[in-house]
């Protein structure tokens, strides 16, 4: 899928996910297995702790040097095109948006905090459970039949 779309860069998964193998959808028995096959379907960046448990992979042989080179190609090449790898000074996105707030970062002024909270309160829906359309917990934690 990842040649389909072209994505030549970061595959990321969300916060906990790589746990959430084990344990919600018990998908793996353990995250060394769940991290070798993350790392196989093109992950190559986690929001967990998975250091450990891949290094294990790797050593038992659930994942190859192949694969985590593939795996990490893609990400140098992030690394290489946003300048983590360049030298102090040369970085060519280091003083995006420091220019105009002197040293406070873009994310921490507080023009970018209203923009935030204007973004949240104009996308925020609330649903009305008008003849309870809407699944209570109790119908969605029942088994279907």
């Known amino acids: 899928m990842i040649k389909e779309w072209h994505n030549d860069g970061l595959i990321c998964t969300d916060g906990g996910a790589l746990g959430l193998l084990i344990t919600a959808h018990k998908s793996f028995p353990d995250k060394e297995r769940g991290s070798a096959a993350a790392v196989k379907a093109g992950i190559n960046h986690f929001l967990d702790t998975y250091k450990d448990d891949l290094t294990k992979a790797l050593r038992d042989g659930l994942v190859t040097e192949a694969d985590m080179d593939a795996a990490l190609k893609n ?5 290489l095109r946003l300048g983590e790898l360049d ?25 970018s905090r209203e923009l935030v909270r204007q973004a949240t309160d104009e996308s925020i829906v609330l649903l009305k459970n008008e003849n309870n ?5 109790a119908q969605s934690s029942r088994p279907s039949q």
Do not use: H, M, Q
């Open 87 to 111: 030298p102090p000074g040369v970085d060519p996105y280091a003083k995006i948006g420091r220019d105009s707030g002197g040293d406070v970062p873009p994310w921490e002024r507080p023009s």
């Open 133 to 137: 359309t809407l699944p209570s917990i």
């Open 75 to 79: 990400l140098l090449r992030l690394y």
